[in-house]
C-alpha cells in the first residue's frame, strides 16, 4: 500500500486532534469506524496517513519527537497516546505567527536561526524526507508565515492544505502560481465537520430555498483554547470575519444589508478548553410577511471537528499529485470555509464524490 507522507506546519491542538483521531482508530480496528465521512478515498485509507515532518516555534516542542510535542504546553488534546516517533519537531521561522494574547504560552527560541539559513535547512529537511502534503495549521494572522510555507510548498512541489484563513488556494494570484508549479492547492480555512459555519450555513440555504426572507442573524463563538485565546487580537481578525461571514451569506440568495448579519469569533472562556459553543440565531419573515426565528446552541470539540474533515483534505492532495493535477482543488468548496468558488454543501459534496471517481 503507498502511503501519504505528510508534514505538519504548527504542532497545536489541531494536529494533536488529527494524529490523535488516527491512532484512536488504529487501537479500535475491530470497531466499525465511526465519524468518517470517507474511510477510504480512491485507493487510500485514512490510516495511510503519515507523519513524516513536523515545524514549530515553541522551544518547547522543537527537538521533541512528535509523542512528546503533541502533549505539550499549551496543547489540550489527550484522547489516547500515540506510539514513539522518530519525527523530531523542527525549527519554523516565527515571522507573525505570534500573536501578543498567546505570547505567554508560545515562547520562541532565544536565539532562533536566521532566516535565509533556516530556509534551506527545511528545504533540505523536506526533500530529505520526502514531504508529500504540507498541512499549515498556524495560528490565525500568520499572514507572512503562510506566505514563507506557502512558497516553500511551491518550489518543493509540496501538495499543500491550508487549514487557516489567510487567503492563499482563495486568491487568483496565488491559485495561478500553484497551477503553473503543479502542486495541488486545498484551501482556505477548514470547515469543521459539524461546526457553527456548516450548520450556519445550511440553516440560511433552508431559509432561502424556501421562500423566506431573512432580516437579521448572528453567530456568536466561544471557546477556550489557543485558537481562541490569540483570536482576541482584533488586528489579526479580518480574514477571519471575512471568511466565516461570506461562508454564510453566500448561502443566501437575497441580498442582506451588512450591518444585519454579525458572524465571527467572539471571546475566549479559559475553562472551556477544546469545547466550541456556537450561537446561532437567525430572523425573518415568511408566508404574508410573518415573522420566524430560529435560536440554536451548538457545543462541540473544536478538534475533532477540523480533524474529521483534514484527513479527507490531505487525501485529496494526494490524489491529485498522483495525477499530476496541480492549482486549486474544487474540493474546496466542501472543506473550506474560504474556497475559491462558493457552492451549496450538496453541490459541493457531487464535487468530491466525482473527484475522488
Ligand atoms: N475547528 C478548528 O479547530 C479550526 C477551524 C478552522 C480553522 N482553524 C485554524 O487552524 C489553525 C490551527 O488551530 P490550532 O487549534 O491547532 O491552533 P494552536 O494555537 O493550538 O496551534 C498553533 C501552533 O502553531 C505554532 N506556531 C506559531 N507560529 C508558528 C510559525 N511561525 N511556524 C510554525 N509554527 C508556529 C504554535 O506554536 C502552535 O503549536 C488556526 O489558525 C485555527 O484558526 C481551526
Redesign the pocket.
Known sequence: MKKIRVGI?????????LIQGIEYYRKNKNKKPIGLMHPKMGSYDFKDIEFVSA????AN?IGKSLDKAVYAF??LVNWVKIPKSKVVVTE???????GIY?ENK?KPLKNPTPLEKLRKEIEKELKRIKTEVLVN????G?QK?TEFWAEMALKNKIGFVN???VFIASKQEWAEKFKKARVPIVGD????QV?ATIVHRVLARLCDDRGTSIDKTYQINVGG???FL??LERTRLES?KISKTQAVTSQITKDMNAEKVYIGPSDFIPFLGNT?LAFIRIEGRMFADVPFSIELRLDVD??A??AGVVIDAVRCAKIALDRKQGGYLEVSSYFM?HPLVQKTDSEARKAVEEFIK
Open positions: 506546519i504548527g504542532v497545536g491542538n489541531c494536529f494533536a486532534g515545524f514549530d516555534v515553541g516542542k499549551p496543547n519554523s521561522p516565527v515571522l507573525d505567527g505570534v498567546v508560545i495549521y498556524l495560528p490565525v500568520s508565515a487549514c487557516l484563513p480555512d477548514i470547515k469543521g461546526g483554547n489557543t485558537d490569540n483570536m477571519k466550541k473544536d478538534k471537528n477540523s470555509k
